[in-house]
């Protein structure tokens, strides 16, 4: 099996291969644009997927099919520590389910019920709750709209994880004038997150996927702080 990178989907297309006798075929679309917006067409194409068939595609999202161990990364670091390994079957290992898609596309992005998720009420990033969610941070500009210094509308980022300890790691950039996220992380910001209890990171990373797309789709860009760590 290979590592999980270069490419994270290739541990599980080479379970499908040569476990399922898979066989693939690919199509190309040309785009321009920078990376970011690459990026951006990527959660619309995913998550507009995700709504259309009622499952994300089998290899995304860092899944595995039954039975297999995903290999880790190939980094020095892993190398060093001895903790760098290829992956294996194992017959208790599991997919976890799709998470039903939430593609918003008529909710205010900084609305308590946007894309039907319980949101706390919005506060300072340093009182974010050590909950396992998604999470989303906006600045506050003129008149308490929630906007860029730009003037774009809408939010600064979107994020996963233990929410706590993921804006204390944002609060740091907004500090770090040479940081390409300095401008979405500093001033005045504030937070808001849904508890995802019991959910896979699978699970977590396909919401997040969801409320970017919604972001995209109803602002017409992405949160100014995404794809840019």
């Not at 899944?63 to 190398?79: C, E, F, H, I, Q």
């Not at 520590?81 to 939430?102: F, L």
């Not at 995209?216 to 100014?224: C, F, K, N, R």
Request: aromatic share 8%; with cysteine; net charge positive.
């Amino acid at each position: 099996m290979p590592y999980n990178d270069p490419h994270t989907a290739a541990p599980c297309l080479w379970v499908m291969r040569t476990e399922g006798e898979a066989a693939f075929e690919f199509s190309v679309a040309e785009f321009d644009g920078t990376k970011d917006d690459r990026l951006a067409a990527e959660c619309v194409l995913l998550s507009e997927c995700r709504a259309k068939y009622g499952r994300s595609p089998t290899a995304n999202f860092g899944r595995m099919p039954d039975g297999w161990v995903k290999s880790t990364g190939n980094t020095a670091a892993l190398v060093r520590s001895g903790r760098r390994r290829r992956g294996y079957p194992d017959s208790d290992a599991r997919r976890s389910a799709d998470e039903p898609a939430v593609l918003d596309l008529h909710g205010n992005p900084t609305a308590a019920d946007w894309a039907t998720l319980a949101w706390s009420p919005w506060s300072p990033m340093l009182a974010a709750s050590p909950v396992t969610g998604v999470y989303r941070v906006r600045r506050l500009g003129n008149e308490g709209r929630s906007t860029d210094t730009d003037g774009l509308e809408g939010l600064a980022y979107i994020g996963q994880g233990i929410v706590r300890a993921r804006l204390a790691s944002h609060a740091a950039k907004g500090r770090r004038d040479d940081h390409r996220q300095h401008r979405a992380f500093r001033g005045d910001v504030q937070c808001s997150w849904a508890d995802l209890a019991g959910r896979s990171r699978s699970q977590r990373l396909e919401v997040e996927c969801d409320l970017i797309a919604s972001h995209i789709l109803m602002m017409g860009h992405a949160p100014y702080g995404q794809f840019r760590g």
